[in-house]
């Protein structure tokens, strides 16, 4: 941020050089550590200005020319630093001036538009685009912020724009406007809506040959799961809203899933949404949908959103820790209310739906922090449900590898003949960080290894870790496809070893899937496409 310095900081940086005149009637006085905007107000009224010290003690004098040298020389450097920030910057930034003549137009504007920077400059702004699509003169005109709101600048270009109101004295005198290229996020947001349909369809069909009881497919005969499964089913009674709290990877999508499906008709929709995979700014569409023409670039048929898809079913909010904080005060009103409005719509729509939320974050410490609202939190929490980790029934783990033992060989049509107690020993002590989830993932890179149908200890990627710390996971693969003389197609050794990596990564994460892809260094949803793509979500 650029100030205008101290009288002080002028003497002493040598811009100003003090001289001594004879006349002291026609001197101004400033102290030595008076602001510029003091000695600028001496100077109005004296064409001289005494600059004295805290004794009153006179130190020179300085001149109003040497007071225009040096604002032309201030003003020259801000503009240098002004012109490098626009010519360094990619996105579009366009500037008017209260007449709407366009003072900065930047290459991504050029790129966006395809409007050249020498054409437009200087020049009103609504020769070059039509007034009611210029959201910059909303903000010149009537002081209106604006913040993340969609614009199709092309067929086939999205946008995000943001723009404010320049004031000065409390006048606007300007305006400024940002455009942020979305193409991409449109797209795959679309995509996924889209998949996420079939995927729905599809399980929709799969309901119809389940066992009659959703429980049977939560593994685990512990104390602790049992009295977990008991309060499960307690709840499948009444439609109220359940929180369901846990680790990473315990299970908390499968609970949600069976407690819907004991509760709802075998039509009902079961509709999930992941908190943290969808960008704050679509999270308002792809929650309530919009209406046609909702805003630029919207779809001209207009979209359904989750809540009207979940009609008549269960809406599972995955990940509810992680909801923009905008989001909550609107997802808080439909649930109180039962109502709301699609982007763009003016017609109330009724909500009919059940809500189930999970989370592996502490949403107590998450409201001191001020990152989630009271609330809603006491509006999700009619009813919690914990899962309990791994760690604490270390008694289900037994069944849990037979049942992705025999789920995995029969999938890979590979048959397991031997499974030593010296394994089964290893697998029975280790903490299982990633829970459940890890647990399934190990069992899969045994069945893997065992092109033998032997399953030995060095394939436990836990035990390659502790035991061959000398050499990597790699090369320990390569001796072990040596010595069994089998090579595996190339897609498949790829898939293993990107495998291993989000193993590792999530294990030493603790499961925390946003501190994870930092480690990565690849974004929150290209991890769950990864997780998703290898079958570990």
Same mark, same amino acid.
């Given at each position: ?178 455009? *942020? ?32 009881? =959703? ?25 109220? *809203? ?23 008709? &075998? ?11 969808? &960008? ?107 899962? &309990? ?25 590979? =048959? ?44 436990? &990627? ?63 949803? *290209? ?11």
């Amino acid at each position: 941020m650029f100030e205008l310095p101290s009288v002080k900081e002028i003497i002493e940086n040598n811009f100003i050089h003090l001289n001594r005149v004879d006349n002291e009637s026609t001197l101004g006085r400033v102290y030595l550590h008076d602001s510029f905007s003091v000695l600028a107000d001496a100077c109005k009224h004296y064409p001289f200005v005494a600059v004295t010290d805290s004794s009153g003690q006179a130190l020179g004098c300085i001149t109003n020319e040497q007071i225009i040298d040096f604002l032309h020389d201030s003003y020259n450097q801000l503009k240098a630093f002004y012109e490098t920030v626009i010519e360094t910057m990619d996105a579009s930034v366009t500037v008017i001036d209260a007449n709407e003549r366009v003072r900065t137009w930047t290459q991504g504007a050029e790129k966006i538009f395809s409007v050249k920077k020498d054409e437009i400059l200087g020049k009103p702004i609504i020769e070059f685009f039509e007034h009611q699509n210029l959201e910059i003169l909303e903000s010149l005109h009537k002081g209106k912020r604006i913040r993340g709101k969609h614009h199709q600048a092309r067929s086939n270009l999205f946008v995000h724009i943001n723009a404010n109101p320049v004031y000065f004295n409390e006048s606007i005198i300007g305006a400024v406007v940002s455009e *942020t290229d979305v193409t991409n996020q449109v797209v795959l947001n679309e995509k996924l809506f889209n998949m996420s349909t079939e995927v729905h369809r599809l399980e929709q069909e799969m309901a119809k040959y389940r066992p009659s009881d =959703p429980f049977n497919d939560i593994k685990g005969k512990s104390a602790v799961m049992e009295k977990t499964l008991q309060m499960a089913k307690k709840v499948c009674s009444v439609r109220s *809203t359940v929180l369901i709290l846990g680790e990473s990877g315990v299970g908390k999508e499968v609970f949600a899933k069976s407690i819907h499906e004991a509760t709802e008709g &075998p039509d009902a929709p079961f509709i999930s949404i992941n908190c943290g995979a969808i &960008p704050a700014s679509l999270f308002e569409s792809e929650l309530f949908g919009y209406e046609r023409g909702a805003f630029s670039g919207a779809d001209h048929r207009g979209k359904r959103g989750k809540i009207e898809l979940a009609k008549g079913g269960t809406l599972f909010l995955d990940e509810i820790g992680e909801m923009p904080l905008e989001m909550q005060v609107k997802m808080l009103r439909v649930l109180q209310e039962r109502k709301y409005y699609k982007v763009g719509g003016e017609k109330e729509i009724e909500a009919d739906f059940r809500v189930i939320a999970a989370t592996n974050r502490d949403l107590k410490e998450l409201i001191k922090e001020g990152q989630f609202r009271e609330d809603l939190y006491y509006r999700l929490n009619v009813v919690s449900l914990k899962i &309990p980790p791994l760690k604490e029934r270390r008694e289900d783990i037994i069944e849990l590898i037979h049942y992705f033992l025999n789920d995995f060989s029969l999938r890979y049509q590979r =048959p397991i003949h031997h499974f030593s107690q010296e394994v089964m020993q290893e697998m029975l002590q280790y903490d299982w960080p990633g829970n459940v989830r890890e647990l399934r993932n190990v069992i899969e890179r045994l069945v893997v290894f065992a092109t033998d149908g032997v399953i030995r200890k060095e394939y436990l &990627p836990f035990h390659s870790v502790m035991s061959y710390s000398a050499s990597s996971d790699t090369d320990f693969l390569e001796n072990n496809m040596e010595m069994d003389m089998v090579i595996l197609p190339l897609q498949e050794e790829m898939d293993h070893h990107e495998r291993k990596v989000l193993d590792k990564a999530l294990a030493l994460t603790h499961g925390n899937k946003l501190e994870c892809s930092k480690k990565l260094g690849i974004t929150r949803a *290209t991890l769950y496409n990864r997780l998703k793509r290898l079958g570990l979500s």
